[in-house]
T-cell receptor
Framework: NAGVTQTPKFRILKIGQSMTLQCTQD?????MYWYRQDPGMGLKLIYY???????DKGEVPNGYNVSRSTTEDFPLRLELAAPSQTSVYFC????????FGSGTRLTVV | QKEVEQNSGPLSVPEGAIASLNCTYS??????FFWYRQYSGKSPELIMF????GDKEDGRFTAQLNKASQYVSLLIRDSQPSDSATYLC???????FGAGTRLTVKP
């Protein structure tokens, strides 16, 4: 039982590049989330999904897109990366409490 | 704007003492709450889940919820150096987290 798996763990992007952060869970949870955490700050919700085919914006969705074609996968797409997107990104799923992936540390230079 | 507020700390307590962490929330309709612990460079891990007014105990941890006053707290008894971490409060139905309180337990 792997829980929530995120890839990659680290990435450096140049301004204007795009990338997809991958997230997979094997717990059959309907609810999945993407959060970002800036240094010394709490978690800010980017997007969430309540099931396959259903996604919705969170608190800070600008510059990001998501899709949810299966229960297991919830990738996060960054288009036209900006320095303000330098952060640690956490994917999570929930049933009764969030289970977090190990995070992706992204630097945009 | 729904808010979840925590004292950012740092909070420093001696080993063996009780650490008290507090969280207030603005949405009176909030029903359930989580406490997470996050070690530096790691992902948050669930400590406690509470949805009823009053106290809920799990080992050295006690969560307290007062919906009338809109606060939830976490008490850590017999604090250990291994408890040094950032503690995050979360409101389940809002999917919102507080900024976290950094706790240091000094040997």
């Amino acid at each position: 039982n792997a829980g929530v798996t995120q890839t990659p763990k680290f990435r450096i992007l140049k301004i204007g590049q795009s990338m997809t952060l991958q997230c997979t869970q094997d717990m059959n949870h309907n609810y999945m989330y993407w959060y970002r955490q800036d240094p010394g700050m709490g978690l800010k919700l980017i997007y969430y999904s309540v099931g396959a085919g259903i996604t919705d914006k969170g608190e800070v969705p600008n510059g990001y897109n998501v899709s949810r074609s299966t229960t297991e996968d919830f990738p996060l797409r960054l288009e036209l990366a900006a320095p303000s997107q330098t952060s640690v990104y956490f994917c999570a799923s929930s049933y009764s409490g969030y289970t977090f992936g190990s995070g992706t540390r992204l630097t945009v230079v | 704007q729904k808010e979840v507020e925590q004292n950012s700390g740092p909070l420093s307590v001696p080993e063996g003492a009780i650490a008290s962490l507090n969280c207030t929330y603005s949405d009176r309709g909030s029903q359930s709450f989580f406490w997470y612990r996050q070690y530096s460079g790691k992902s948050p891990e669930l400590i406690m889940f509470i949805y009823s007014n009053g106290d809920k105990e799990d080992g050295r941890f006690t969560a307290q919820l007062n919906k009338a006053s809109q606060y939830v707290s976490l008490l850590i008894r017999d604090s250990q150096p291994s408890d040094s971490a950032t503690y995050l409060c979360a409101v389940a139905n809002d999917m919102r987290f507080g900024a976290g309180t950094r706790l240091t337990v000094k040997p």
